[in-house]
Nanobody, 123 residues
């Protein structure tokens, strides 16, 4: 069983930056696909960025060039560096993990393990 705990959310002005962190339990972090999702009120949860076991990243178009996903296997921690934030980036951000991704790493159905979320508000 994998436990995920996000942190780093907050309120920021448009154009600002935030770095989200997701600490995972267990010793299998390096062998898991990891991803960040977000969900705004009244909207479906959407994939933001994902990183595979080799460190290759995938981004949704809306955040390309502004967000960077990374991970530190020694610290069992996933990061999301968010720059040039826009009001439309406001949402609850969740990290997710799974040992296998069969189709699209930005689909919610690909992941069995989820954190509780951290709120990001951009004004």
């Amino acid at each position: 069983h994998v436990q995920l705990v996000e942190s780093g959310g907050g309120s920021v002005q448009a154009g600002g930056s935030l770095r989200l962190s997701c600490v995972t339990s267990g010793d299998t972090f390096s062998s898991y696909y990891m991803a960040w999702f977000r969900q705004a009120p009244g909207k479906e949860r959407e994939g933001v960025a994902a990183i595979d076991t080799a460190g290759s990243a995938t981004y949704t178009y809306a955040v390309q060039g502004r967000f960077t996903i990374s991970k530190d296997n020694a610290k069992n921690t996933l990061y999301l560096q968010m720059n040039s934030l826009k009001p439309e980036d406001s949402a609850m951000y969740y990290c997710a993990a799974d040992a296998v991704v069969t189709q699209d790493p930005l689909l919610t159905d690909e992941y069995d393990y989820w954190g509780q979320g951290t709120q990001v508000t951009v004004s």
